[in-house]
């Protein structure tokens, strides 16, 4: 995971970043940050 190397989509383990999330008009992380997704979304909560 630190390396960014997890491919989130093809794991089927990550729905909150790959799956569209409304409350953010329906972004997939994953498609609209690719890599940074998982840093980009927890940023979101703070």
Known sequence: ME????????SGKSDSLTKPNPSYHGI???Q???AAAFVTKGVQFF
């Not at 390396?3 to 093809?10: G, Q, S």
């Open 28 to 30: 997939s992380f994953t």
């Open 3 to 10: 390396e960014r190397k997890f491919d989130c989509e093809a």
């Open 32 to 34: 609209t940050y690719g």
